[in-house]
């Protein structure tokens, strides 16, 4: 069997070990193990050698250490109680409108996922602080959970982003440049979804009940009550921009004074400060567990000549650059529903990236790198609020029992379908995407 054949296989193996509940950095270490091993003929020196140096360059990368800071950043605000000023100065402005508490819990979500950087961190977080108020005000479960599922997908979308970080390491781009381009999008969704809920609720009045106006000046009170939020993500991201430190300098700032925050405001106490670095330490093991595994497979890959052999196949059809692209898209919104998207990120970019390079879109390599990649994080992210296996809608669910997860199903698809007119329009208009790097 040539190496070629051997990479092939080793997709179907990958998947079936996946489906049987392995984790996915373990099936994509052992795929790449025994591809290894295959393609030297049954010779174990080359491969314990090539296990001995991925290890160490993988985890000695300068670049991965952004990974944990940010981490450490976002359980510094889950666990002091950021979400809730976020969530209570949101709620003061559009509480009082039809739809009002659903869009001030969207509203939260963005201004959390500025500080967060995780889908289902912010996903779960938020709920805890909105749906005891939704259901106070007469909202119905469904829409109350599906709001909250696709509300947390805006911490993996507005900067800073993990995924991001990654796909940036994986693809050799520029950390700051693709924080830039996903800021648009990011607003895009947010406001996506805030005309969603307008729509269900004048459909589906029933679904939503009020709440009496806040004065403006306890409106005023709650906002002003953000400003650590508002300043850390200024710092943060504004810094980068300016060129005052960069990503990895960025991301100790920013843990550092989302500390400093929690500390001054009393809610970081020992107890919070170890579970805030006991969960940084199990999180950053499990992504870079799954970044090992990845390595591994992606360079077997590399050395069965799948990647390169796609690039050349694709190429040769003639195939329209933009229907290679959208039948791309559809594969991640579809495999989105049953894997993470950082297990997507790293097993699809390096097959998926050669193909999209070889494209001619009329733009520059760096700007179809960045683009493609702002496409890729917001249809992986489709799949976790798409049925029937959207992560981000089980873990709402499980917060709340009593509500049906057919009734978050049926209303989640209002959602989505905001996410896809969204991903039409960026496809058809890359320069949405690209402006601010203009």
Not at 60 to 72: A, G
Not at 307 to 317: E, I
Request: hydrophobic fraction near 55%; aromatic fraction near 12%.
């Amino acid at each position: 069997m040539s190496n070629l054949e051997l990479g092939f296989w080793s997709f179907p193996v990958l998947l079936v070990m996946i489906f049987l509940r392995a984790p996915i950095g373990l099936a994509m270490l052992l795929c790449g193990f025994g591809g290894w091993y295959l393609a030297m003929g049954g010779n174990p020196t080359p491969l314990l050698a090539k296990l001995k140096s991925e290890t160490y360059t993988t985890f000695s990368s300068y670049s991965l250490t952004i990974i944990p800071l940010f981490l450490l950043m976002g359980q510094f605000a889950t666990l002091s109680g950021m979400s809730q000023a976020l969530f209570r100065a949101a709620e003061s402005f559009l509480g009082h409108r039809r739809g009002g508490v659903a869009m001030a819990a969207v509203g939260a979500c963005a201004g959390f996922g500025a500080i967060c950087g995780s889908s289902l961190a912010t996903a779960a977080t938020m709920s805890k602080v909105a749906l005891p108020e939704l259901k106070r005000y007469g909202y119905s479960g469904g829409f109350s959970t599906a709001t909250l599922a696709a509300g947390g997908t805006l911490g993996i979308l507005i900067p800073p982003s993990v995924i991001l970080v990654i796909y940036a390491i994986l693809t050799e781009q520029n950390i700051a440049k693709l924080f830039l381009a996903a800021f648009i999008p990011g607003i895009l969704a947010a406001l996506g979804y805030v005309l969603t809920i307008s729509i269900y609720v004048r459909l589906y009045p029933d679904a939503a009940g009020t709440r009496a106006p806040v004065p403006m000046a306890e409106r005023f009170a709650a906002l002003g009550k953000t400003w650590p939020v508002m300043a850390i993500f200024v710092l943060v991201v504004g810094g980068i921009y300016l060129g005052w430190f960069t990503p990895t300098e960025a991301a100790a700032i920013g843990a550092a004074a989302t500390g400093l925050v929690a500390l001054v405001s009393r809610s970081l106490g020992w107890s919070v400060l170890k579970q805030s670095l006991i969960g940084t330490a199990r999180t950053t093991a499990m992504i870079f567990f799954i970044v090992l595994g990845a390595g591994f497979y992606n360079g077997f890959l590399a050395l069965s000549g799948v990647p390169q052999f796609m690039a050349d196949w694709v190429v040769g059809q003639g195939l329209s650059p933009w229907l290679v692209l959208v039948i791309i898209l559809v594969f991640y919104l579809i495999f989105g529903c049953l894997m993470d998207s950082l297990s997507m990120i790293l097993l699809t970019v390096p097959i998926f990236f050669p193909v999209i390079s070889a494209m001619d879109f009329g733009m520059s390599a760096e700007h179809v790198a960045i683009w493609f990649g702002i496409l890729v994080l917001i249809v992986v992210e489709v799949g976790l609020i798409t049925p029937p296996v959207g992560m981000n809608l089980f873990i709402i669910n499980s917060m709340d029992r009593d509500t049906p997860m057919k009734e978050t199903y049926k209303t989640v698809m209002f959602f989505v379908a905001s996410d896809i007119v969204r991903v039409a329009l960026l496809v058809a208009f890359p320069a949405i995407t690209l402006f601010l790097l203009r």
